[in-house]
């Protein structure tokens, strides 16, 4: 009962123009699609633009960050407020380039959620282990300890409205995929944390995303185990033909 989603990731790439077309792209290939849903996140600078592509589409749009502060002396920083003015209703939020390159704890990550939620942004939620971390056996701590850090105080009542994504550091733009194995078993440990954390019947409708290399050929099989519901997709989310191949996975 879980809709999957597909999640486009742009990173710092696109010009306005670049932006356009690929958006563009992406709305025709979800047109007439209903059993799952397909996201994109372009860089702020690009927002407004996509937004306008997307209007009327079933295409979401997605920041790829968001302060919890309504507005003040927050300087870099965009605003839930903003977002929603450009139609924008979801953010992804504590990617490991975040975390990694800009020393975003658990604690901060838990604010920007927190903050999402109170102005009706979707959270997009990333969380994983570097590749130290998985050979020294310590994967499900590191998993255990960002779920519940970034979810701390957050009661969620629509399952809808909040979307965990497992990215292993590792398998970040490296090619080197999780298995599909490798993959499952982290969903599926977080999937029994969430039932701890909240009600069965949310904590069943909560849809994880699994990120890192994830292309055209590898897609399906992930797809198919049973707690992954979904996909956030970098590199190949740039390419309009291995995105829209994504999108169409079976
Ligand atoms: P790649 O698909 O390029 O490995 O990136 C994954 C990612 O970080 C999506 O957020």
């Not at 039932?195 to 292309?215: D, H, P, T, W």
């Not at 185990?225 to 079976?250: M, N, T």
Request: glycine share 10%.
């Amino acid at each position: 009962q879980r809709i999957p989603l597909i999640a486009g990731n742009w990173k710092m790439h696109t010009s306005l123009g670049e932006a356009r077309a690929l958006a563009g792209a992406v709305v025709s290939a979800c047109e007439g699609l209903t059993d799952r849903e397909v996201m994109i996140a372009p860089p702020f600078t690009a927002l407004a633009t996509v937004a306008e592509v997307v209007r009327g589409s079933q295409v979401r749009l997605a920041a790829q960050n968001v302060c919890w502060e309504e507005q003040g002396a927050f300087t870099g920083e965009i605003a839930p407020g903003m977002l929603r003015e450009l139609e924008c209703r979801m953010a992804i939020i504590g990617h490991s380039e975040r975390r990694q390159i800009f020393g975003e704890s658990d604690g901060l990550i838990n604010r920007r959620v927190a903050g999402a939620m109170r102005f009706g942004i979707t959270p997009v939620l990333c969380f994983g282990e570097t590749l130290a971390e998985r050979e020294s056996g310590q994967t499900m701590a590191v998993l255990e300890r960002q779920v519940r850090g970034g979810l701390a105080g957050i009661s969620v009542v629509e399952p809808a409205g909040m979307v965990l994504a497992y990215e292993p550091v590792w398998a970040i733009g490296t090619g080197k995929t999780a298995s599909e194995e490798q993959a499952q078993e982290a969903h599926e440990f977080v999937r029994n944390l969430l039932f701890e954390m909240y009600e069965k019947s949310i904590a069943r409708q909560m849809r994880i995303l699994y990120g890192g290399s994830v292309n055209s050929g590898n897609v399906d099989a992930l797809l198919r185990q049973p707690d992954i519901d979904g996909a956030l997709v970098g590199g190949a989310s740039l390419k309009a033909d291995s995105f829209e191949r994504i999108i169409h996975f079976r």
